[in-house]
């Protein structure tokens, strides 16, 4: 008989129990102001509430009192590995229980929703893998004949008066339930499973997003729970800092950097002054970036326990963020999380001491984080842990960066994402230097009570001269190569990485030292890039349209081909970003007919009035003048009328009712389900060249030599070996990577 049971190898059931009921009181503290923002949407009593989320921490571990999983603990702790398949999941006993006592709960205290609805034993099931109606987590444990577990009677009466003593010490009284005593997975089965009568309790809710948020935000309690028990880490749930906190680190920043300091800029006072919903507009260099974290204090004051929540177009972007953050709020305040954001801590963790839960920072846990609109946008599909990311975002104030650079399925996303999480109380800023009036409307639209702020200091202040160049890009080597040699730090910004790579065999040719700059380097060489074109020493640059989005860097003198208009500001903004410079000047060039297809699929002669109204504009425009020039090309434009906008707009709503709000959604949909719509899909792939090199790579190493392809490319020149996928390919470390046939389409991969 075995007298001590098990939660986890170090940790009896009692601690982990007790450490996850602590854990939850704590996070339902910080999450006070959201569990009565939901309620009052959803329609449920806030303490009717937290006794649905206290019986989920309690029995959600209760089916490892079985003596198949007393028995691994057992071999884990010798040291030894079991099998497990001699393992049951212990969350199909956990579910059973579960099952019962939500149902007299209900009886009890009243329904927790609108619609008798097995929400606490559907939390508890999925709290640790995917839920469909397919059940292929549990295919093993669902085989009929599959051996049924055998309950530790003793275990399960202890943890049952255990977990009454907790319900008895909020001031509950916990159910009389019974613990199954045929095989638990009957009632998966008969309610779960193919065939299971619970679509019929999902057919009675008249709004299906009350079940879906109310689930979240109890699934979303208990794994914080679950993790910070597990992991006996303490809460540490929102940033503490205020409004006077933060203004003095921007002046000690300002003071490293020497950068004059008389106080915050007038911008930057109305943002920190904003309450509610905030649409900011400002000029590169005005301390957007500051300003919005102004805001977000001010506005976390007044909610009470949120998080914040900064989002960016790029990892590159959200790389420099989160380094600023971190900063001004402290390195465990802050987290990162985007594809390749475990790639950046892997030398800080060997460096020093990093305490680090990546599984944190997916899920916004971490006070701060930064991430691209991926993830959160991921969400609405109902991938991953998406319950967790959702009750962080509805308790949280979000700043969308550079809201203008998406095409019209991110934007149309991005819209339903901002319309759903404010409706739970989540604050919104929105930011970029340049907004056409088309997405000003869609935003105001959506967020109709938000302040408008705009930075009109500068309006009457001009950057950079603008000469147009009725010539392509090709023509302006002498002029690029003089420039240089008279000192000039000078940028080139091509809109293909063919016409980028082309440029830079011409330019490496003479005694300038150029760097390349796209998309089609492998991580590790673009890291390296990065540091190098963030340095002084960098004479020359020549890149894509990444750099519109992207570094902290500071130019002389730009040579650009055409592209729309915000575009054309964005890398202006690169020139003379601290407004200190004389005779700053901008080249634009006329597009290539591969910019057409990159920017003007649909042939509506958008380049071609970019550049005549560049053409025809003032030769130093001031912010206003180019203001005024990216509305007049953009008149008449309404996104809100492009399928591809329509299309996104309607997606989240038909993801969610093909998994009846609630179930998790193991594969989507490779046309529809993603963030981001490209004509042409691409596939992170390893350059055949580095095979050898590779071999003796972890995974995570692996990662630094991946560059992205096109699949079409893949297809025709992988090489798959154990599950990794070589690519042939002409790779050089400072020009990227470049087809090893057709040529001709090297250059409509941007």
Same mark, same amino acid.
């Not at 962080?392 to 996303?413: K, R």
């Given at each position: 008989?075995?007298?001590?049971?098990?939660?986890?190898?170090?940790?009896?059931?009692?601690?982990?129990?007790?450490?996850?009921?602590?854990?939850?009181?704590?996070?339902?503290?910080?999450?006070?102001?959201?569990?009565?923002?939901?309620?009052?949407?959803?329609?449920?009593?806030?303490?009717?509430?937290?006794?649905?989320?206290?019986?989920?921490?309690?029995?959600?571990?209760?089916?490892?009192?079985?003596?198949?999983?007393?028995?691994?603990?057992?071999?884990?702790?010798?040291?030894?590995?079991?099998?497990?398949?001699?393992?049951?999941?212990?969350?199909?006993?956990?579910?059973?229980?579960?099952?019962?006592?939500?149902?007299?709960?209900?009886?009890?205290?009243?329904?927790?929703?609108?619609?008798?609805?097995?929400?606490?034993?559907?939390?508890?099931?999925?709290?640790?893998?995917?839920?469909?109606?397919?059940?292929?987590?549990?295919?093993?444990?669902?085989?009929?004949?599959?051996?049924?577990?055998?309950?530790?009677?003793?275990?399960?009466?202890?943890?049952?008066?255990?977990?009454?003593?907790?319900?008895?010490?909020?001031?509950?009284?916990?159910?009389?339930?019974?613990?199954?005593?045929?095989?638990?997975?009957?009632?998966?089965?008969?309610?779960?499973?193919?065939?299971?009568?619970?679509?019929?309790?999902?057919?009675?809710?008249?709004?299906?997003?009350?079940?879906?948020?109310?689930?979240?935000?109890?699934?979303?309690?208990?794994?914080?729970?679950?993790?910070?028990?597990?992991?006996?880490?303490?809460?540490?749930?929102?940033?503490?800092?205020?409004?006077?906190?933060?203004?003095?680190?921007?002046?000690?920043?300002?003071?490293?950097?020497?950068?004059?300091?008389?106080?915050?800029?007038?911008?930057?006072?109305?943002?920190?002054?904003?309450?509610?919903?905030?649409?900011?507009?400002?000029?590169?260099?005005?301390?957007?970036?500051?300003?919005?974290?102004?805001?977000?204090?001010?506005?976390?004051?007044?909610?009470?326990?949120?998080?914040?929540?900064?989002?960016?177009?790029?990892?590159?972007?959200?790389?420099?963020?989160?380094?600023?953050?971190?900063?001004?709020?402290?390195?465990?305040?802050?987290?990162?999380?985007?594809?390749?954001?475990?790639?950046?801590?892997?030398?800080?963790?060997?460096?020093?001491?990093?305490?680090?839960?990546?599984?944190?920072?997916?899920?916004?846990?971490?006070?701060?984080?930064?991430?691209?609109?991926?993830?959160?946008?991921?969400?609405?599909?109902?991938?991953?842990?998406?319950?967790?990311?959702?009750?962080?975002?509805?308790?949280?104030?979000?700043?969308?960066?550079?809201?203008?650079?998406?095409?019209?399925?991110?934007?149309?996303?991005?819209?339903?994402?901002?319309?759903?999480?404010?409706?739970?109380?989540?604050?919104?800023?929105?930011?970029?230097?340049?907004?056409?009036?088309?997405?000003?409307?869609?935003?105001?639209?959506?967020?109709?009570?938000?302040?408008?702020?705009?930075?009109?200091?500068?309006?009457?202040?001009?950057?950079?001269?603008?000469?147009?160049?009725?010539?392509?890009?090709?023509?302006?080597?002498?002029?690029?190569?003089? /420039?240089?040699?008279?000192?000039?730090? +000078?940028? $080139? *910004?091509?809109? @293909?990485?063919?016409?980028?790579? &082309? !440029?830079?065999? =011409?330019?490496?040719?003479?005694?300038?030292?150029?760097?390349?700059?796209?998309?089609?380097?492998?991580?590790?060489?673009?890291?390296?890039?990065?540091?190098?074109?963030?340095?002084? /020493?960098?004479?020359?640059?020549?890149? +894509?349209? $990444? *750099?519109?989005? @992207?570094?902290?860097?500071?130019? &002389? !003198?730009?040579? =650009?081909?055409?592209?729309?208009?915000?575009?054309?500001?964005?890398?202006?903004?690169?020139?003379?970003?601290?407004?200190?410079?004389?005779?700053?000047?901008?080249?634009?060039?006329?597009?290539?007919?591969?910019?057409?297809?990159?920017?003007?699929?649909?042939?509506?002669?958008?380049?071609?009035?970019?550049?005549?109204?560049?053409?025809?504009?003032?030769?130093?425009?001031?912010?206003?003048?180019?203001?005024?020039?990216?509305?007049?090309?953009?008149?008449?434009?309404?996104?809100?009328?492009?399928?591809?906008?329509?299309?996104?707009?309607?997606?989240?709503?038909?993801?969610?009712?093909?998994?009846?709000?609630?179930?998790?959604?193991?594969?989507?949909?490779?046309?529809?389900?993603?963030?981001?719509?490209?004509?042409?899909?691409?596939?992170?792939?390893?350059?055949?060249?580095?095979?050898?090199?590779?071999?003796?790579?972890?995974?995570?190493?692996?990662?630094?030599?991946?560059?992205?392809?096109?699949?079409?490319?893949?297809?025709?020149?992988?090489?798959?070996?154990?599950?990794?996928?070589?690519?042939?390919?002409?790779?050089?470390?400072?020009?990227?990577?470049?087809?090893?046939?057709?040529?001709?389409?090297?250059?409509?991969?941007?």
């Amino acid at each position: 008989m075995i007298r001590k049971y098990w939660a986890k190898p170090d940790q009896t059931y009692d601690e982990h129990l007790t450490a996850a009921y602590r854990a939850w009181k704590e996070t339902v503290t910080g999450k006070k102001g959201l569990i009565h923002r939901t309620g009052r949407i959803c329609g449920f009593d806030p303490d009717r509430f937290l006794q649905s989320s206290l019986l989920t921490v309690i029995l959600h571990d209760l089916g490892k009192n079985t003596l198949e999983f007393q028995r691994m603990m057992q071999i884990v702790r010798q040291g030894r590995r079991p099998n497990p398949d001699d393992n049951y999941r212990h969350e199909i006993v956990s579910y059973a229980c579960a099952l019962d006592a939500g149902f007299k709960l209900q009886k009890q205290e009243g329904s927790l929703l609108p619609v008798p609805f097995p929400i606490e034993a559907f939390t508890i099931l999925g709290h640790h893998k995917a839920i469909n109606p397919e059940m292929a987590a549990f295919s093993r444990e669902l085989t009929p004949g599959f051996t049924a577990p055998t309950i530790c009677d003793d275990g399960m009466s202890h943890a049952i008066e255990l977990a009454s003593e907790i319900f008895k010490e909020e001031g509950y009284i916990l159910p009389d339930f019974q613990c199954p005593k045929c095989d638990p997975k009957k009632s998966v089965i008969n309610l779960i499973g193919p065939g299971g009568i619970l679509f019929k309790f999902y057919e009675k809710f008249s709004d299906p997003d009350i079940l879906r948020s109310t689930y979240a935000l109890l699934k979303g309690i208990l794994h914080y729970s679950d993790w910070h028990g597990s992991a006996g880490v303490a809460i540490n749930y929102a940033l503490h800092d205020r409004v006077p906190d933060l203004t003095g680190r921007i002046e000690t920043r300002c003071a490293l950097k020497r950068i004059p300091f008389s106080g915050l800029r007038p911008f930057q006072e109305a943002c920190a002054s904003a309450r509610g919903h905030c649409i900011a507009i400002a000029p590169t260099g005005s301390g957007k970036t500051e300003a919005s974290l102004l805001w977000a204090l001010r506005n976390l004051e007044d909610i009470g326990g949120s998080k914040l929540i900064y989002l960016l177009p790029t990892m590159v972007t959200a790389n420099s963020i989160f380094h600023r953050l971190r900063e001004f709020f402290g390195e465990g305040n802050v987290g990162l999380t985007h594809s390749t954001a475990s790639l950046l801590f892997a030398d800080e963790e060997e460096d020093r001491a990093v305490v680090r839960h990546a599984l944190f920072d997916k899920t916004f846990m971490t006070p701060a984080t930064v991430a691209t609109v991926d993830q959160l946008l991921f969400a609405g599909f109902n991938t991953g842990k998406w319950p967790v990311v959702e009750s962080n975002a509805m308790n949280s104030v979000i700043i969308i960066d550079e809201i203008h650079a998406y095409d019209p399925w991110t934007l149309g996303l991005l819209i339903e994402a901002i319309r759903h999480f404010s409706k739970y109380g989540a604050r919104f800023m929105l930011m970029s230097a340049t907004l056409p009036r088309y997405i000003l409307d869609l935003l105001v639209a959506v967020l109709p009570d938000a302040s408008i702020i705009r930075d009109d200091t500068l309006l009457g202040s001009a950057r950079n001269s603008f000469l147009t160049v009725d010539t392509p890009i090709e023509k302006a080597v002498d002029d690029v190569i003089d /420039a240089v040699d008279n000192g000039a730090k +000078t940028l $080139v *910004v091509a809109n @293909s990485v063919g016409e980028c790579q &082309d !440029l830079y065999e =011409t330019f490496r040719d003479y005694d300038l030292d150029p760097v390349c700059y796209h998309s089609k380097f492998t991580l590790r060489d673009r890291a390296r890039k990065e540091k190098a074109i963030e340095s002084a /020493a960098t004479r020359l640059l020549i890149a +894509t349209q $990444v *750099v519109e989005v @992207s570094l902290d860097i500071d130019f &002389d !003198l730009m040579f =650009t081909e055409c592209a729309p208009p915000d575009a054309i500001v964005q890398r202006a903004g690169r020139v003379n970003r601290r407004r200190e410079k004389e005779n700053t000047c901008i080249s634009l060039y006329q597009p290539s007919s591969v910019s057409e297809k990159i920017y003007d699929p649909d042939q509506t002669g958008l380049l071609e009035k970019s550049f005549e109204a560049f053409r025809d504009g003032p030769s130093r425009p001031t912010e206003a003048d180019l203001i005024s020039l990216v509305e007049s090309v953009y008149t008449g434009k309404n996104i809100a009328q492009d399928d591809r906008f329509q299309e996104a707009i309607g997606q989240y709503s038909q993801s969610q009712s093909q998994r009846m709000a609630i179930f998790d959604n193991p594969q989507r949909d490779p046309h529809f389900e993603v963030t981001r719509k490209i004509d042409y899909p691409h596939v992170s792939v390893i350059p055949h060249m580095f095979r050898d090199e590779v071999r003796a790579c972890t995974p995570r190493e692996r990662r630094w030599y991946e560059v992205k392809m096109p699949a079409w490319y893949v297809k025709k020149h992988r090489m798959v070996e154990d599950e990794v996928i070589y690519c042939e390919m002409k790779y050089d470390p400072e020009i990227g990577a470049q087809f090893m046939d057709t040529p001709e389409l090297a250059y409509i991969v941007i």
